[in-house]
Protein backbone atom coordinates (compact mmCIF):
# COMPACT_ATOMS: atom_id res chain seq x y z
CA UNK A 1 0.00 0.00 0.00
CA UNK A 2 0.85 3.70 -0.07
CA UNK A 3 2.73 4.95 2.66
CA UNK A 4 4.94 8.32 3.11
CA UNK A 5 7.90 8.38 6.06
CA UNK A 6 8.39 11.88 7.27
CA UNK A 7 11.98 12.26 9.44
CA UNK A 8 11.12 12.56 12.99
CA UNK A 9 10.48 16.35 14.56
CA UNK A 10 10.51 18.10 16.71
CA UNK A 11 12.79 20.84 14.37
CA UNK A 12 13.37 23.92 16.09
CA UNK A 13 15.45 26.41 14.10
CA UNK A 14 16.41 30.17 14.75
CA UNK A 15 15.02 32.96 12.38
CA UNK A 16 16.89 32.97 9.03
CA UNK A 17 18.41 29.47 9.20
CA UNK A 18 18.07 26.98 6.02
CA UNK A 19 14.94 24.42 6.34
CA UNK A 20 14.82 21.15 5.40
CA UNK A 21 12.50 18.37 6.37
CA UNK A 22 12.65 15.10 4.71
CA UNK A 23 9.95 13.35 3.24
CA UNK A 24 10.14 9.85 1.45
CA UNK A 25 7.29 7.79 0.42
CA UNK A 26 6.51 4.38 -1.22
CA UNK A 27 3.43 4.04 -3.96
CA UNK A 28 2.82 2.19 -7.35
CA UNK A 29 2.45 4.32 -10.03
CA UNK A 30 3.25 7.78 -10.33
CA UNK A 31 1.42 9.87 -7.44
CA UNK A 32 1.39 13.88 -6.99
CA UNK A 33 3.22 14.77 -3.95
CA UNK A 34 2.04 17.66 -1.18
CA UNK A 35 2.83 19.51 1.58
CA UNK A 36 0.50 20.81 3.87
CA UNK A 37 0.75 23.04 6.51
CA UNK A 38 -1.09 22.71 9.87
CA UNK A 39 -0.79 26.18 12.14
CA UNK A 40 -1.86 26.66 15.64
CA UNK A 41 -5.80 25.73 16.38
CA UNK A 42 -6.32 25.69 13.00
CA UNK A 43 -6.66 23.13 9.87
CA UNK A 44 -4.77 22.20 7.18
CA UNK A 45 -3.62 24.39 4.61
CA UNK A 46 -2.28 23.29 1.34
CA UNK A 47 1.50 24.61 0.43
CA UNK A 48 2.54 23.34 -2.67
CA UNK A 49 2.65 20.05 -4.70
CA UNK A 50 3.99 18.32 -7.34
CA UNK A 51 2.10 16.21 -10.19
CA UNK A 52 5.30 14.42 -11.77
CA UNK A 53 8.89 13.45 -11.78
CA UNK A 54 11.19 16.30 -11.60
CA UNK A 55 8.90 18.92 -10.80
CA UNK A 56 9.52 21.60 -8.22
CA UNK A 57 6.39 22.59 -5.88
CA UNK A 58 6.87 26.29 -4.89
CA UNK A 59 4.85 28.94 -2.20
CA UNK A 60 5.56 31.03 0.28
CA UNK A 61 10.00 30.96 -0.48
CA UNK A 62 9.20 26.80 0.58
CA UNK A 63 10.39 24.55 -2.40
CA UNK A 64 10.11 20.66 -2.77
CA UNK A 65 11.35 18.89 -6.10
CA UNK A 66 9.28 14.79 -6.63
CA UNK A 67 12.62 12.69 -7.26
CA UNK A 68 11.45 9.57 -8.17
CA UNK A 69 14.60 7.69 -8.53
CA UNK A 70 14.58 8.52 -4.46
CA UNK A 71 11.37 8.50 -3.72
CA UNK A 72 11.58 11.62 -2.13
CA UNK A 73 9.82 15.24 -1.85
CA UNK A 74 11.97 17.19 0.49
CA UNK A 75 10.54 20.36 1.73
CA UNK A 76 13.15 23.23 2.05
CA UNK A 77 13.23 27.00 2.78
CA UNK A 78 16.42 29.32 2.58
CA UNK A 79 15.26 31.62 5.74
CA UNK A 80 12.60 30.72 7.83
CA UNK A 81 10.80 33.52 10.01
CA UNK A 82 9.19 32.93 13.43
CA UNK A 83 5.76 33.05 11.62
CA UNK A 84 7.00 29.56 10.00
CA UNK A 85 6.25 27.57 13.26
CA UNK A 86 3.58 24.98 12.78
CA UNK A 87 3.24 21.50 12.16
CA UNK A 88 4.52 20.03 8.74
CA UNK A 89 2.27 16.93 6.50
CA UNK A 90 3.89 15.40 3.42
CA UNK A 91 1.29 13.39 1.69
CA UNK A 92 0.72 11.73 -1.30
CA UNK A 93 -2.37 11.42 -4.00
CA UNK A 94 -2.62 8.11 -5.77
CA UNK A 95 -3.07 8.22 -9.61
CA UNK A 96 -6.31 7.96 -11.17
CA UNK A 97 -7.03 3.87 -11.26
CA UNK A 98 -10.46 3.26 -10.92
CA UNK A 99 -12.38 2.36 -7.85
CA UNK A 100 -12.31 4.57 -4.53
CA UNK A 101 -9.06 5.21 -3.89
CA UNK A 102 -8.31 7.84 -6.71
CA UNK A 103 -7.78 11.50 -4.69
CA UNK A 104 -6.95 9.77 -1.61
CA UNK A 105 -4.35 11.41 0.42
CA UNK A 106 -1.72 9.63 2.25
CA UNK A 107 0.00 11.75 5.19
CA UNK A 108 3.03 11.32 6.81
CA UNK A 109 3.13 12.07 11.01
CA UNK A 110 3.52 15.26 10.75
CA UNK A 111 7.19 17.33 11.87
CA UNK A 112 6.38 20.32 14.18
CA UNK A 113 8.80 23.38 13.39
CA UNK A 114 9.48 25.96 15.92
CA UNK A 115 11.28 28.97 14.86
CA UNK A 116 13.05 31.38 17.92
CA UNK A 117 13.87 35.28 17.06
CA UNK B 1 -14.57 33.60 0.19
CA UNK B 2 -15.60 31.25 3.40
CA UNK B 3 -13.87 28.11 3.96
CA UNK B 4 -15.08 25.05 5.26
CA UNK B 5 -16.82 25.47 8.55
CA UNK B 6 -17.46 23.11 11.62
CA UNK B 7 -18.79 23.45 14.56
CA UNK B 8 -18.92 23.46 17.72
CA UNK B 9 -14.74 24.01 17.55
CA UNK B 10 -14.90 22.70 21.14
CA UNK B 11 -17.11 19.56 22.59
CA UNK B 12 -16.65 18.12 26.12
CA UNK B 13 -19.02 15.26 26.64
CA UNK B 14 -19.21 12.20 29.09
CA UNK B 15 -19.12 8.93 28.03
CA UNK B 16 -22.19 7.46 26.51
CA UNK B 17 -23.40 10.51 25.29
CA UNK B 18 -24.24 11.20 21.44
CA UNK B 19 -22.04 13.69 20.13
CA UNK B 20 -22.53 15.33 16.84
CA UNK B 21 -20.30 17.33 14.46
CA UNK B 22 -21.17 19.44 11.69
CA UNK B 23 -19.60 20.58 8.16
CA UNK B 24 -20.47 22.83 6.10
CA UNK B 25 -17.93 22.41 2.73
CA UNK B 26 -16.74 25.24 0.27
CA UNK B 27 -19.68 26.52 -2.15
CA UNK B 28 -19.34 24.39 -5.74
CA UNK B 29 -16.85 21.66 -3.85
CA UNK B 30 -18.70 18.57 -4.74
CA UNK B 31 -16.75 16.26 -2.36
CA UNK B 32 -16.34 16.06 1.52
CA UNK B 33 -13.93 13.80 3.22
CA UNK B 34 -13.93 13.49 7.26
CA UNK B 35 -10.78 13.26 9.40
CA UNK B 36 -9.54 12.45 12.84
CA UNK B 37 -6.17 13.75 14.20
CA UNK B 38 -4.66 12.31 17.62
CA UNK B 39 -0.86 11.99 18.79
CA UNK B 40 -1.02 8.35 18.75
CA UNK B 41 -2.24 7.74 15.09
CA UNK B 42 -1.67 10.82 13.07
CA UNK B 43 -4.66 11.94 10.38
CA UNK B 44 -6.89 9.19 9.52
CA UNK B 45 -9.12 9.35 6.71
CA UNK B 46 -12.93 8.46 8.41
CA UNK B 47 -15.21 8.68 4.97
CA UNK B 48 -15.45 10.62 2.22
CA UNK B 49 -18.32 11.61 -0.16
CA UNK B 50 -18.85 12.44 -3.72
CA UNK B 51 -22.08 14.43 -4.94
CA UNK B 52 -23.74 13.70 -1.51
CA UNK B 53 -22.95 9.69 -1.62
CA UNK B 54 -20.61 8.07 0.48
CA UNK B 55 -17.82 6.78 -1.90
CA UNK B 56 -15.37 5.44 0.92
CA UNK B 57 -16.27 4.15 4.88
CA UNK B 58 -13.07 2.07 5.37
CA UNK B 59 -11.57 4.68 7.85
CA UNK B 60 -14.89 4.96 9.66
CA UNK B 61 -13.54 2.67 13.15
CA UNK B 62 -16.80 1.11 14.35
CA UNK B 63 -20.26 0.89 14.04
CA UNK B 64 -20.95 3.40 16.92
CA UNK B 65 -19.38 5.93 14.05
CA UNK B 66 -21.99 7.59 11.22
CA UNK B 67 -21.71 10.32 9.09
CA UNK B 68 -24.05 11.66 6.39
CA UNK B 69 -24.38 14.18 4.12
CA UNK B 70 -28.23 14.95 3.28
CA UNK B 71 -27.12 18.18 0.89
CA UNK B 72 -24.34 19.55 -0.92
CA UNK B 73 -24.24 22.31 1.86
CA UNK B 74 -24.16 19.96 4.57
CA UNK B 75 -22.45 16.97 6.44
CA UNK B 76 -22.60 15.15 9.95
CA UNK B 77 -20.43 12.65 11.56
CA UNK B 78 -22.24 11.57 14.52
CA UNK B 79 -20.49 9.18 17.67
CA UNK B 80 -23.22 7.14 19.61
CA UNK B 81 -22.78 6.07 22.18
CA UNK B 82 -19.13 8.04 22.77
CA UNK B 83 -16.02 6.65 24.46
CA UNK B 84 -12.66 8.26 26.31
CA UNK B 85 -10.73 6.69 23.27
CA UNK B 86 -12.57 9.12 20.83
CA UNK B 87 -11.38 12.01 21.90
CA UNK B 88 -9.01 13.24 18.81
CA UNK B 89 -9.64 16.87 16.68
CA UNK B 90 -12.08 16.17 13.33
CA UNK B 91 -11.89 18.14 10.50
CA UNK B 92 -13.90 18.19 7.29
CA UNK B 93 -12.56 19.23 4.00
CA UNK B 94 -13.76 19.69 0.93
CA UNK B 95 -12.59 19.28 -2.70
CA UNK B 96 -13.68 19.53 -6.51
CA UNK B 97 -14.06 16.25 -7.85
CA UNK B 98 -12.03 16.89 -10.43
CA UNK B 99 -8.80 18.26 -8.03
CA UNK B 100 -9.94 15.37 -5.38
CA UNK B 101 -6.40 15.65 -4.07
CA UNK B 102 -6.46 19.65 -3.54
CA UNK B 103 -8.20 19.65 -0.35
CA UNK B 104 -9.68 22.11 1.80
CA UNK B 105 -9.57 21.63 5.68
CA UNK B 106 -11.53 23.51 8.01
CA UNK B 107 -10.33 24.36 11.78
CA UNK B 108 -11.62 21.25 13.04
CA UNK B 109 -13.78 20.50 16.16
CA UNK B 110 -11.42 19.32 19.44
CA UNK B 111 -13.28 16.36 20.95
CA UNK B 112 -12.50 15.12 24.72
CA UNK B 113 -14.72 12.90 26.27
CA UNK B 114 -14.76 11.97 29.35
Known amino acids: GNSVTQMEGPVTLSEEAFLTINCTYTATGYPSLFWYVQYPGEGLQLLLKATKADDKGSNKGFEATYRKETTSFHLEKGSVQVSDSAVYFC????????????????FGQGTILTVHP | DAGVIQSPRHEVTEMGQEVTLRCKPI?????LFWYRQTMMRGLELLIYFNNNVPIDDSGMPEDRFSAKMPNASFSTLKIQPSEPRDSAVYFC????????????FGPGTRLTVT
Open chain 2, 27 to 31: SGHNS
Open chain 2, 93 to 104: ASSRSTRLDEQY
Open chain 1, 91 to 106: ALSAPYAGGTSYGKLT
